[in-house]
């Protein structure tokens, strides 16, 4: 089982619209603790509601209930608000084409966005926030990160 701690970040605000996807992401950064301080400055604007750590760390950054402010302009199934709709899951990882997804942190995201998927039967969706960010090719993660593969986790 993989430690879990809470690490709020003041960057959320009210959902309003039901939970109906889940968008990955990987953070782009060379430490858990830079992506955890980043979520504190005022000036980031950027949460996830967890943050899973290369060996498997679980954060939890904002209450599935509140919007986490993860996909910024982004659109899908008609949603402009993804953010709204969504809940944002991240890998700690540098997003670099040479860092890989540990077995770990694989492992964990598959228990929670299962977890997910049961806790809220009105998603309908995985996707990847290269997926949903607009204009197409804003973003690209994790796509680049090795190791990561969507269909690990949308056959959950």
Request: proline share 6%; net charge neutral; with cysteine.
């Amino acid at each position: 089982m993989s430690e879990e701690l809470t690490h709020p970040s003041p960057h959320h605000s009210a959902r309003n619209s039901p939970i109906r996807l889940i968008v990955m992401h990987a953070d782009a950064s060379a430490s858990e603790k830079g992506t955890l301080g980043w979520f504190m400055d005022p000036t980031s604007k950027v949460s996830y509601h967890v943050l899973i750590g290369r060996q498997g760390t679980v954060y939890r950054i904002v209450d599935e209930s509140r919007k986490a402010w993860h996909a910024g302009k982004a659109k899908w199934d008609g949603h402009d608000d993804v953010n709204g709709c969504s809940l944002g899951l991240s890998f700690a990882n540098k997003h670099d084409g040479h860092e890989a997804l540990t077995p770990i942190q694989i492992a964990v995201a598959r228990d929670i966005v299962a977890g997910w998927r049961a806790k809220y039967p009105g998603i309908r969706a995985v996707v990847t926030h290269a997926d949903v960010a607009i204009p197409a090719g804003r973003k690209t993660d994790p796509l680049h990160s090795p190791g990561f593969s969507l269909a690990d986790f949308t056959a959950l």
